[in-house]
């Protein structure tokens, strides 16, 4: 599957930052920069410019 | 068309290793595990980005952890895990929606890890019905994976069997997790043919591939119990299961590989991974299949459903066997004296190692995480 590079760029940026943060960190809500429009007049999903720090998710790697 | 895919979930470990697998456009789908960001909403700008562009590519396939399909009891956490989904299924499109198979152990029957259940009439109604209801809430076609977990050789026998029979009325799909086959394998002493031989592979439309980890046990110190942690590399055994069953699965369509990043902080770790990509693009270039897939596994339209089936039996039975795995020293005696003593849990069965690795899984994961 083909990735725009400024996505890519933009991934690598995100990791990048949340990697420098803890787990336990939150981003208050007030950190959302901006609301993007996902599907016009159906739903807006909230996102941050800057993420929160990422939980490390043991999806199903639980066993 | 098989696809080669990964398991890619808001982990920046995984995410920056995968980062040159996405450069060069080799992630073909992406397995996104949704429910494990429901509480860590709003998503990065640049997470969503990366979701939307396999939704539109029609590429990206959900994979539940936290449903828990065999509570006995239907729980409000059930209820908003469906509304979360039918939220996202209008965000983004899914190819396919899948959970795991079992009940969460845990306080609330969402935290923990999943455990197996009895094979009985009760279990296959319950089963049945909140496939159903996962059903209505995605709209596209419903998946569930065999457990690598099972505390008997009679059980992981009668897995295949009772999964075909759950999905049935779904024309649902199995997911074929590898790895967890390895650790049935390892942990009873089968043979793979023979164990084959015991899944509806017709029915499998996606598989997965992953490392795992040896749990070594008192109670059997010579034989380590093989654990899907999904914290190593892929061992060679599993992209050879990988070779096998490729051309016995006429209905596949993605085969993903799972890593945690927890598992991926050096080099050589990244390296690794980015190689046991390269071995599963190899092998399922190999075996593109030359006849088109007969059954794409959408659901049926179904009725309005009426309440949740449950059986607070089984329920109480669980939220007992939970706590015995959880906190109980005298693990083996507590469960002799339970409700669990003769019924269809079939506890006298149970292989002693199996057990004691139970108790650890339940430990590990009795938080959440």
């Given at each position: 599957m083909k990735i725009q590079k400024t996505l890519l760029k933009a991934i690598l940026a995100g990791v990048s930052l949340a990697a420098t943060q803890t787990a336990c960190e939150k981003a208050p809500?007030?950190?959302?920069?901006n609301t993007k429009c996902v599907k016009p007049d159906t739903l807006v999903v909230p996102t941050h410019e800057n993420p929160p720090a990422l939980p490390n998710c043991p999806a199903c790697g639980m066993g | 068309m098989v696809f080669p895919a990964i398991a890619c979930n808001l982990d920046p470990d995984l995410i920056q290793t995968a980062l040159p697998l996405f450069e060069t456009e080799k992630v073909a789908a992406l397995e996104w595990s949704f429910d494990a960001v429901f509480s860590s909403e709003p998503l990065p700008n640049w997470f969503h980005e990366l979701i939307q562009v396999y939704s539109k590519g029609e590429r990206l396939i959900g994979h539940g952890v936290?449903?828990?399909?065999?509570?006995g009891k239907w729980l409000p956490e059930q209820s908003e895990w469906l509304q979360n989904l039918k939220r996202y299924c209008q965000i983004y499109q899914f190819d396919h929606i899948t959970e795991h198979f079992g009940f969460m152990t845990g306080a609330d029957f969402h935290k923990g890890a999943p455990l197996s259940i009895p094979y009985n009439q009760s279990t296959l109604a319950i089963g049945r019905d909140r496939l159903l209801r996962i059903s209505q809430a995605c709209n596209c076609p419903v998946g569930l994976e065999n457990l690598a977990f099972s505390y008997s050789l009679d059980e992981v026998k009668r897995h295949g069997a009772f999964l075909n029979e759950l999905l049935e009325p779904v024309n649902g799909f199995i997911i074929l997790d590898l790895h967890n086959v390895f650790c049935q394998l390892h942990n009873f002493d089968l043979d793979a043919k023979d164990l084959r031989a015991l899944y509806p592979l017709e029915r499998v439309r996606e598989i997965h591939i992953s490392g795992g980890s040896w749990e070594f046990t008192r109670i059997q110190p010579e034989k380590p119990v093989r654990r899907?942690?999904?914290?190593d590399s892929v061992p060679k055994a599993v992209f050879d299961l990988l070779k096998d069953v490729l051309p016995c699965c006429p209905n596949l369509k993605y085969v993903v590989m799972e890593q945690l990043g927890?598992?991926?902080?050096t080099q050589a770790q990244r390296d690794a991974y980015r190689a046991d990509f390269y071995t599963m693009e190899r092998i399922l270039t190999q075996a593109q299949p030359k006849i088109p897939a007969k059954?794409?596994?959408?659901?049926p339209v179904l009725p309005p459903l009426g309440n949740p089936i449950e059986d607070l039996a089984l329920f109480e039975q669980q939220r007992i066997l939970s706590n015995i795995l959880e906190n109980a020293l005298d693990y083996q005696g507590a469960l002799n004296q339970?409700?669990?003593?003769?019924?269809?849990?079939?506890?006298?069965?149970?292989?002693p190692a199996m057990l004691e690795t139970a108790v650890a899984i339940a430990r590990k994961w009795k938080n959440g995480w």
């Amino acid at each position: 599957m083909k990735i725009q590079k400024t996505l890519l760029k933009a991934i690598l940026a995100g990791v990048s930052l949340a990697a420098t943060q803890t787990a336990c960190e939150k981003a208050p809500v007030e950190k959302i920069s901006n609301t993007k429009c996902v599907k016009p007049d159906t739903l807006v999903v909230p996102t941050h410019e800057n993420p929160p720090a990422l939980p490390n998710c043991p999806a199903c790697g639980m066993g | 068309m098989v696809f080669p895919a990964i398991a890619c979930n808001l982990d920046p470990d995984l995410i920056q290793t995968a980062l040159p697998l996405f450069e060069t456009e080799k992630v073909a789908a992406l397995e996104w595990s949704f429910d494990a960001v429901f509480s860590s909403e709003p998503l990065p700008n640049w997470f969503h980005e990366l979701i939307q562009v396999y939704s539109k590519g029609e590429r990206l396939i959900g994979h539940g952890v936290f449903f828990s399909l065999f509570s006995g009891k239907w729980l409000p956490e059930q209820s908003e895990w469906l509304q979360n989904l039918k939220r996202y299924c209008q965000i983004y499109q899914f190819d396919h929606i899948t959970e795991h198979f079992g009940f969460m152990t845990g306080a609330d029957f969402h935290k923990g890890a999943p455990l197996s259940i009895p094979y009985n009439q009760s279990t296959l109604a319950i089963g049945r019905d909140r496939l159903l209801r996962i059903s209505q809430a995605c709209n596209c076609p419903v998946g569930l994976e065999n457990l690598a977990f099972s505390y008997s050789l009679d059980e992981v026998k009668r897995h295949g069997a009772f999964l075909n029979e759950l999905l049935e009325p779904v024309n649902g799909f199995i997911i074929l997790d590898l790895h967890n086959v390895f650790c049935q394998l390892h942990n009873f002493d089968l043979d793979a043919k023979d164990l084959r031989a015991l899944y509806p592979l017709e029915r499998v439309r996606e598989i997965h591939i992953s490392g795992g980890s040896w749990e070594f046990t008192r109670i059997q110190p010579e034989k380590p119990v093989r654990r899907d942690t999904h914290d190593d590399s892929v061992p060679k055994a599993v992209f050879d299961l990988l070779k096998d069953v490729l051309p016995c699965c006429p209905n596949l369509k993605y085969v993903v590989m799972e890593q945690l990043g927890t598992a991926l902080h050096t080099q050589a770790q990244r390296d690794a991974y980015r190689a046991d990509f390269y071995t599963m693009e190899r092998i399922l270039t190999q075996a593109q299949p030359k006849i088109p897939a007969k059954n794409n596994f959408v659901p049926p339209v179904l009725p309005p459903l009426g309440n949740p089936i449950e059986d607070l039996a089984l329920f109480e039975q669980q939220r007992i066997l939970s706590n015995i795995l959880e906190n109980a020293l005298d693990y083996q005696g507590a469960l002799n004296q339970s409700l669990l003593a003769n019924s269809d849990w079939d506890i006298e069965h149970w292989n002693p190692a199996m057990l004691e690795t139970a108790v650890a899984i339940a430990r590990k994961w009795k938080n959440g995480w």
